[in-house]
Antibody, heavy 126, light 107 residues
Framework: EVQLVESGGGLVQPGGSLRLSCAAS????????MTWVRQAPGKGLEWVSG????????????HYADSAKGRFTISRDDSKNTLYLEMNSLRAEDTAVYHC???????????????WGQGILVTVSS | EIVLTQSPATLSLSPGETATLSCRAS??????LAWYQQRPGQVPRLLIY???NRATGIPARFSGSGSGTDFTLTISSLEPEDFAVYYC??????????FGHGTRLDI
């Protein structure tokens, strides 16, 4: 069974930093591209960032939404089956539940969101 | 950036009826469109990918159609658990991956 468990969220002041982690199990983590998707309270879904898996067909890549570019950094440690999101210069509008999401197919850059973690709340407020 | 417009914003129906949800893209996304269901308090669930392929475990009452810029999610014989918010998502031209704003299906 696929399990994705996020951690590292919490309350942070504007301008502060947080590092989110996502511990993955139940699948061959290194083979899958992984993403972060956020949902502000009462709002819709917003893709934040993605990172390639092994043999994705398009080389190694990381991509970001404009709202995250220059402030957030996605990374992964395949030896630990863990995905990360380093978030700097946080703003009130970054307040959301952040979900770690696995894509549907291995060795692929097709971003179809397959399995979702329960999410971790990030609140940016003074 | 490809903008996805979902309509209606809210759809009120009764169990047993058929729901028709629309997603329109600002430019062609070929067939690279997916649909997700989000029940209250739950994470989104993949229903349909590549416009018409049902994900594993999704009942046959859920069907998707369309290509290019116009897509439809049809839910026949609505069950009580189908009342939720539905999002479409495109992956043809990215980044960014984009979602529609959602259609809320109410009883």
């Amino acid at each position: 069974e696929v399990q994705l468990v996020e951690s590292g969220g919490g309350l942070v002041q504007p301008g502060g930093s947080l590092r989110l982690s996502c511990a993955a199990s139940g699948f061959s983590f290194s083979s899958y591209a992984m993403t972060w998707v956020r949902q502000a309270p009462g709002k819709g879904l917003e893709w934040v960032s993605g990172i390639s898996g092994r043999d994705s067909g398009y080389g190694t890549w990381t991509h970001y939404a404009d709202s995250a570019k220059g402030r957030f950094t996605i990374s992964r440690d395949d030896s630990k089956n863990t995905l990360y999101l380093e978030m700097n210069s946080l703003r009130a509008e970054d307040t959301a539940v952040y979900h770690c999401v696995k894509v549907l197919k291995p060795a692929s850059s097709d971003i179809v969101f397959d399995s979702w973690g329960q999410g971790i709340l990030v609140t940016v407020s003074s | 950036e490809i903008v996805l417009t979902q309509s209606p914003a809210t759809l009120s129906l009764s169990p047993g009826e058929t729901a028709t949800l629309s997603c329109r893209a600002s430019q062609s996304v070929l067939n690279l469109l997916a649909w997700y269901q989000q029940r209250p308090g739950q994470v989104p669930r993949l229903l349909i990918y590549d416009a018409s392929n049902r994900a594993t475990g999704i009942p046959a009452r859920f069907s998707g159609s369309g290509s290019g810029t116009d897509f439809t999610l049809t839910i026949s014989s609505l069950e009580p658990e189908d009342f939720a918010v539905y999002y479409c998502q495109q992956r043809n031209i990215w980044p960014p991956i984009t979602f529609g704003h959602g259609t809320r299906l109410d009883i």
